[in-house]
């Protein structure tokens, strides 16, 4: 099984900040990456598909980058409607794996 | 209104079974590859298994976790999906999600997910 590490596990940041969330393959996964966002109590909402590609409807200020085994989300300026979970999951082989999540909040 | 509803979690003994729904409304099921993905209380996701496509004849991938135990189907003419569980355990406790794929230049990725319905195993 391909293995997903997130890191941080969790991070402090203002509105209005940079935020960078970094997430790393087991193995090379192509560009097979997806990455969600989950709010307390709410289902995932997709985000990004392809490493780079954006959803249908995700604001611009989310971006994704990588390939192979690194992969990095980042949001652009954080708003109070960016504090929430995230997570990366790979497609490239079964059994798909997510992973652990980064807990944004606020500082 | 796209969306995806599931329905039929509740309390269950380990060991028993039960069978969820998702009902899928705005678009047609068969064209897309549906899965089944569950969060067990304050803990990450976790991918439980996959129906592809019509044009893929429905073939069925699932987690080492579940195999034998879970079925996941699929009912065209109510454009439903399907995930009967069997044999359960206390640790299957969880919010389970249904997840669309849609296909784009050689990749199948979630773009649309349920509310979940929440599965709770204990005697």
């Known amino acids: 099984d391909i293995q997903m590490t997130q890191s941080p596990s969790s991070l402090s940041a203002s509105v209005g900040d940079r935020v960078t969330i970094t997430c790393r393959a087991s193995?090379?996964?192509?560009?097979?990456l997806a990455w969600f966002q989950q709010k307390p109590g709410k289902a995932p909402k997709s985000l990004i598909y392809?490493?780079?590609s954006l959803q249908s409807g995700v604001p611009s200020k989310f971006s994704g980058s990588g390939s192979g085994t690194d992969f990095t989300l980042t949001i652009s300026s954080l708003q109070p409607e960016d504090f929430a979970t995230y997570y990366c999951?790979?497609?490239?082989?079964?059994?798909?794996?997510f992973g652990g999540g980064t807990k944004v909040e606020i500082k | 209104e796209v969306q995806l509803v599931e329905s039929g979690g509740g309390l269950v003994q380990p060991g028993g079974s039960l069978r969820l729904s998702c009902a899928a409304s705005?678009?047609?099921?068969?064209?897309?590859?549906m899965d089944w993905v569950r969060q067990a209380p304050g803990k990450g996701l976790e991918w439980v298994g996959r129906t592809r496509n019509k044009a893929n004849s429905y073939t069925t991938e699932y987690a080492a976790s579940v195999k034998g135990r879970f079925i996941i189907s699929r009912d065209d003419s109510k454009n439903s999906l399907y995930l009967e569980m069997n044999r359960l355990k206390t640790e299957e406790t969880a919010v389970y999600y249904c997840?669309?794929?849609?296909?784009?230049?050689?990749?199948?990725?979630?773009?649309?997910w349920g509310r979940g319905t929440l599965v709770i195993v204990s005697s």
């Open positions: 392809a490493a780079s």
């Open positions: 193995q090379a996964i192509n560009n097979y």
């Open positions: 997840a669309r794929a849609s296909y784009s230049n050689g990749h199948w990725y979630f773009d649309l």
């Open positions: 999951q790979q497609y490239k082989s079964y059994p798909l794996t």
């Open positions: 705005g678009f047609t099921c068969s064209d897309h590859y």
